[in-house]
Nanobody
Framework: QVQLVESGGGSVQAGGSLRLSCTTS????????MGWFRQAPGKEREGVSC????????YYADSVKGRFTISRDNAKNTLYLEMNNLKSEDTGTYYC??????????????????????????WGKGTLVTVSS
């Protein structure tokens, strides 16, 4: 049974930092493109940052460039999102996503493709991030 479990969410003031983790089980982690999506209240879910299966080709939405850093540890089957200088507009539920590598041309080009998808192989249940100004 595949599981993606997010952790690290919480409430912070604007300018603060959080580190999200997504621990996976039941899948071969290094065969999956991984990403972080978020859904703000009343808005559709959007891709925030995604990364290829080898760890290359990190993609960031324009709204988070320079503030967020995605990384993965294939030995620990875990995906991370370091979020700095948080803004009120970063508030939302953050979801971890996993998509099998077979439909992708290369790891280096996988990030933007995954972040543009609405259907992926697996989703986590999400972790809430609240940023107060």
């Amino acid at each position: 049974q595949v599981q993606l479990v997010e952790s690290g969410g919480g409430s912070v003031q604007a300018g603060g930092s959080l580190r999200l983790s997504c621990t996976t089980s039941g899948l071969r982690f290094d065969d999956y493109v991984m990403g972080w999506f978020r859904q703000a209240p009343g808005k559709e879910r959007e891709g925030v940052s995604c990364i290829g299966w080898t760890g290359g080709g990190a993609y960031y939405a324009d709204s988070v460039k320079g503030r967020f850093t995605i990384s993965r540890d294939n030995a620990k089957n875990t995906l991370y999102l370091e979020m700095n200088n948080l803004k009120s507009e970063d508030t939302g539920t953050y979801y971890c996503a996993a998509d099998a590598y077979l439909s992708y041309v290369s790891s280096h080009r996988a990030g933007p493709v995954l972040c543009g998808k609405t259907n992926v192989d697996y989703w986590g249940k999400g972790t809430l991030v609240t940023v107060s100004s």
